[in-house]
């Protein structure tokens, strides 16, 4: 993508924003609580995360910043902090740089049954995965591609989600199993402020969703 068309798609990912803007409701432009999930479900995710430590399926999110020109940071010093693990596939099982073309549920675990739930809350998810921050760790600024519509679901530990316009701060307080419309076409960054590790689920949206 170049530079130029880069420009007019982050202007218009950023006005669009995530919901209605007016008065009080001006983090709408940056995100929204949008649905929640139940504690069986949270429980089904943690126990796959249990059983997937030190997998990291970050190869895809590298891609695509790279193509996208978004590339901050090195992967060196993220991995030390930051890791994901992939609860969606591609249907033949086949690497893309679509992450819609990720909507296959992983076997086990009860996974299909998270994907089917998440579909009747908030429409058609891709490329579900989940999302570990160490503690104390630390996702610096930066923006994800523009083009792309996004959400985050807090499953367990703390987290801060900033995001920044100009000199102005935008906090984001999200409750565990609150999940949130999130315009990642802005600036933003997570911290985990806590002693423990920080879990929180990661997804795409499909076109016409929430």
């Known amino acids: 993508m170049t530079s130029k068309t880069m420009l007019k798609t982050l202007a218009k990912a950023r006005r669009v924003g995530v919901g209605e803007i007016s008065g009080a409701c001006v983090q709408d432009r940056f995100a929204k609580r949008v649905g929640k999930l139940d504690d ?75 994907v089917k739930q998440l579909c009747e809350c908030i429409g058609d998810v891709r490329r579900l995965r989940l999302s570990e921050l160490s503690a104390g760790g630390k996702l610096d600024w930066h923006i994800d591609p523009p083009e792309q519509k996004r959400f985050v679901c807090l499953i367990s530990g703390e987290q801060i989600f900033e995001f920044r316009r100009g000199a102005q701060l935008f906090p984001i307080a999200m409750e565990l199993g609150e999940i949130w419309r999130v315009n990642t076409s802005f600036q933003h960054r997570v911290i985990n402020p806590g002693r423990q590790v920080r879990v929180a689920l990661l997804g795409n949206l499909a076109e016409g969703a929430i």
């Open 40 to 114: 069986k479900t949270i429980t089904t995710l943690l126990r796959f995360h249990g059983s997937n430590t030190g997998r990291n399926d970050m190869a895809l999110t590298w891609a695509q910043r790279t193509v996208a020109g978004l590339t901050s940071g090195t992967r060196q010093d993220l991995s030390q902090v930051y890791q994901q693990v992939d609860l969606q596939r591609t249907r033949d099982g086949a690497v893309s740089n679509d992450p819609q073309d990720y909507l296959e549920a992983q076997p086990g675990f009860g996974l299909p049954a998270v």
